[in-house]
């Protein structure tokens, strides 16, 4: 048989399945009587698929929200899609309909990666609630204020670092992250600033997924019977890629985790979540080695790659480790377009703290415009412009409009769009932290939607925003973020460019990062003794 009769052969199941699908979804629809959510006209067969966008879709959506309406309806190849742009529709699905909207998009690529262990692509159900259980148990508010001395020693760390290496500051935030939830997770210390070796293997792993799941980038995604054939076919590369992931997944899950097994008599080990967890599952008499693992790796993945992530430019999505950041970058080059926003954040820590130490987290409520200056950050460049996909589990009627649930609904939370409302955030393309404001207090919006919805809500958001506040706050009392000069002297422009991808990053930009005194140099050095 040659290989134009295997293909025939192999695209006649695919081609009764998905018209399968189709007539039964119109079916559906017709005998409902109800009709989708407004969106771009579908052609015949194919939807929209040629208008569904494979950069910057948030930007497209966004778009699409300002002509249909808060909640659009698209299609692609007999999948149906619902793009979630207003707050509130997203309020009502993903909050007060939990149980409807909490399942995931199936995405092959993601099981032949081998990371479909991972709590953010776990199908709703009950693996799912065990190992989010277990993982709120170590990363629930409370318990998570206990990760602060850890959190301050490494904010430290870094006002150190960058004193001596400021032009390494991409890489340095890069290292926090991973430092931070490394001696939390596992109670091991960054043995080295840069390629650490689980560092280096947690990113790696990560770099192949976030680059497997972006839209548009393997066939085997849009028809997954295409997983079933033999990689040395033409088009099938996908499958070395998997092959590859797998070991490097299965490494980055056991790996630190034998650390761990081993180095119980450490105390620093010993209180780590996975020591505790690990304590926990002997006095039960029993192993849970396995979900243990998962659980720690979920924290491990998003430590090393939530903050930071590969820039994902050029043809080969597969190619190059040039590392960046995301939240903390963006502080970075909003000080550097922002002096007098800088200088007035900088004003309220030296009136509230003073200079003569650096600011704790007790401090966080006597200063609301450092706090107002940390939720625009977020709102300003959201790291996920559209959060993480969710799916239907059941048919659902939403103010009149159908959703279909045979494959499960992808539905999008567009968290550009609810960051662009108009009608909520006056001007929202300026960097405006006064917008926090309502009669001179601090108002009740804390940019929760940047951790998600729901029963979907990051589950280390605690932990993520305690860095983050920290962080930000102690860089301001500390140092001067400009703009970069040239040999001459005259500044060097900074261009506002952020990455395509899952996560949207400020791509390279030269700063200036200097200390704002001597006594910010001593309350630095001070802190490394």
Same mark, same amino acid.
Not at 46 to 56: D, F, H, K, R, S
Not at 221 to 240: A, D, E, K, S, Y
Not at 399 to 420: F, Y
Not at 427 to 432: A, L
């Given at each position: 048989?040659?290989?134009?009769?295997?293909?025939?052969?192999?695209?006649?199941?695919?081609?009764?399945?998905?018209?399968?699908?189709?007539?039964?979804?119109?079916?559906?629809?017709?005998?409902?009587?109800?009709?989708?959510?407004?969106?771009?006209?579908?052609?015949?067969?194919?939807?929209?698929?040629?208008?569904?966008?494979?950069?910057?879709?948030?930007? /497209?959506?966004?778009?699409?929200?300002?002509?249909?309406?808060?909640?659009?309806?698209?299609?692609?190849?007999?999948?149906?899609?619902?793009?979630?742009?207003?707050?509130?529709?997203?309020?009502?699905?993903?909050?007060?309909?939990?149980?409807?909207?909490?399942?995931?998009?199936?995405?092959?690529?993601?099981?032949?990666?081998?990371?479909?262990?991972?709590?953010?692509?776990?199908?709703?159900?009950?693996?799912?609630?065990?190992?989010?259980?277990?993982?709120?148990?170590?990363?629930?508010?409370?318990?998570?204020?206990?990760?602060?001395?850890?959190?301050?020693?490494?904010?430290?760390?870094?006002?150190?670092?960058?004193?001596?290496?400021?032009?390494?500051?991409?890489?340095?935030?890069?290292?926090?992250?991973?430092?931070?939830?490394?001696?939390?997770?596992?109670?091991?210390?960054?043995?080295?600033?840069?390629?650490?070796?689980?560092?280096?293997?947690?990113?790696?792993?990560?770099?192949?997924?976030?680059?497997?799941?972006?839209?548009?980038?393997?066939?085997?995604?849009?028809?997954?019977?295409?997983?079933?054939?033999?990689?040395?076919?033409?088009?099938?590369?996908?499958?070395?890629?998997?092959?590859?992931?797998?070991?490097?997944?299965?490494?980055?899950?056991?790996?630190?985790?034998?650390?761990?097994?081993?180095?119980?008599?450490?105390?620093?080990?010993?209180?780590?979540?996975?020591?505790?967890?690990?304590?926990?599952?002997?006095?039960?008499?029993?192993?849970?080695?396995?979900?243990?693992?998962?659980?720690?790796?979920?924290?491990?993945?998003?430590?090393?790659?939530?903050?930071?992530?590969?820039?994902?430019?050029?043809?080969?999505?597969?190619?190059?480790?040039?590392?960046?950041?995301?939240?903390?970058?963006?502080?970075?080059?909003?000080?550097?377009?922002?002096?007098?926003?800088?200088?007035?954040?900088?004003?309220?820590?030296?009136?509230?703290?003073? /200079?003569?130490?650096?600011?704790?987290?007790?401090?966080?409520?006597?200063?609301?415009?450092?706090?107002?200056?940390?939720?625009?950050?977020?709102?300003?460049?959201?790291?996920?412009?559209?959060?993480?996909?969710?799916?239907?589990?059941?048919?659902?009627?939403?103010?009149?409009?159908?959703?279909?649930?045979?494959?499960?609904?992808?539905?999008?939370?567009?968290?550009?769009?609810?960051?662009?409302?108009?009608?909520?955030?006056?001007?929202?393309?300026?960097?405006?932290?006064?917008?926090?404001?309502?009669?001179?207090?601090?108002?009740?919006?804390?940019?929760?939607?940047?951790?998600?919805?729901?029963?979907?809500?990051?589950?280390?958001?605690?932990?993520?925003?305690?860095?983050?506040?920290?962080?930000?706050?102690?860089?301001?009392?500390?140092?001067?973020?400009?703009?970069?000069?040239?040999?001459?002297?005259?500044?060097?422009?900074?261009?506002?460019?952020?990455?395509?991808?899952?996560?949207?990053?400020?791509?390279?930009?030269?700063?200036?990062?200097?200390?704002?005194?001597? /006594?910010?140099?001593?309350?630095?050095?001070?802190?490394?003794?």
């Amino acid at each position: 048989m040659d290989y134009r009769s295997f293909f025939v052969l192999l695209g006649v199941p695919v081609l009764l399945k998905f018209f399968g699908e189709k007539l039964l979804r119109l079916w559906k629809q017709y005998s409902s009587g109800l009709p989708f959510p407004p969106g771009p006209p579908p052609r015949i067969f194919v939807g929209n698929y040629a208008e569904i966008p494979t950069e910057l879709s948030w930007l /497209t959506y966004t778009d699409w929200g300002k002509r249909y309406g808060g909640l659009v309806h698209a299609s692609a190849l007999g999948q149906h899609i619902v793009i979630v742009n207003s707050l509130k529709t997203a309020s009502d699905l993903f909050e007060k309909r939990s149980h409807i909207y909490s399942d995931r998009p199936t995405v092959p690529m993601v099981e032949l990666l081998g990371w479909e262990f991972n709590l953010g692509f776990l199908p709703y159900g009950e693996r799912w609630r065990r190992q989010r259980r277990m993982f709120q148990q170590h990363f629930r508010r409370d318990i998570a204020q206990t990760y602060r001395p850890i959190q301050i020693r490494k904010v430290h760390k870094l006002l150190q670092e960058l004193l001596v290496r400021p032009q390494e500051f991409r890489e340095l935030i890069r290292t926090l992250a991973a430092a931070i939830i490394m001696a939390t997770v596992y109670g091991y210390e960054i043995q080295r600033e840069t390629n650490d070796y689980f560092v280096t293997l947690s990113e790696n792993a990560a770099n192949i997924l976030v680059a497997s799941v972006l839209p548009g980038a393997l066939a085997v995604n849009v028809f997954p019977i295409l997983r079933h054939l033999p990689g040395w076919l033409p088009g099938c590369g996908f499958q070395q890629i998997a092959a590859e992931s797998r070991v490097l997944v299965e490494e980055m899950k056991s790996a630190p985790f034998e650390f761990v097994k081993q180095n119980m008599v450490e105390d620093a080990v010993a209180k780590s979540v996975v020591g505790r967890l690990l304590q926990a599952s002997e006095a039960r008499g029993r192993s849970d080695d396995s979900i243990i693992q998962e659980v720690a790796s979920v924290a491990y993945g998003a430590g090393s790659d939530t903050v930071s992530t590969s820039s994902m430019q050029g043809r080969n999505l597969f190619s190059g480790r040039n590392k960046t950041v995301s939240a903390l970058a963006t502080f970075f080059l909003v000080m550097a377009l922002h002096p007098d926003i800088q200088k007035k954040a900088q004003n309220e820590i030296d009136s509230i703290i003073g /200079t003569h130490r650096l600011p704790e987290y007790g401090d966080r409520p006597s200063l609301p415009f450092v706090e107002a200056l940390y939720r625009e950050v977020q709102r300003w460049r959201p790291v996920l412009p559209l959060g993480v996909a969710h799916a239907t589990s059941e048919d659902d009627i939403y103010e009149e409009l159908w959703s279909d649930p045979i494959s499960g609904t992808t539905v999008i939370s567009n968290t550009w769009a609810m960051t662009r409302d108009e009608s909520v955030y006056t001007d929202p393309e300026r960097f405006n932290p006064d917008r926090f404001f309502t009669e001179g207090k601090l108002n009740n919006d804390d940019v929760g939607i940047a951790f998600g919805f729901g029963r979907r809500i990051c589950p280390g958001r605690h932990a993520a925003d305690s860095t983050l506040w920290a962080t930000i706050a102690s860089i301001l009392s500390t140092f001067n973020i400009a703009k970069a000069k040239d040999e001459s002297g005259k500044e060097i422009d900074i261009d506002v460019v952020y990455s395509d991808g899952f996560i949207s990053h400020p791509l390279a930009f030269a700063c200036s990062i200097t200390p704002r005194s001597e /006594t910010a140099k001593s309350l630095i050095h001070a802190t490394a003794h």
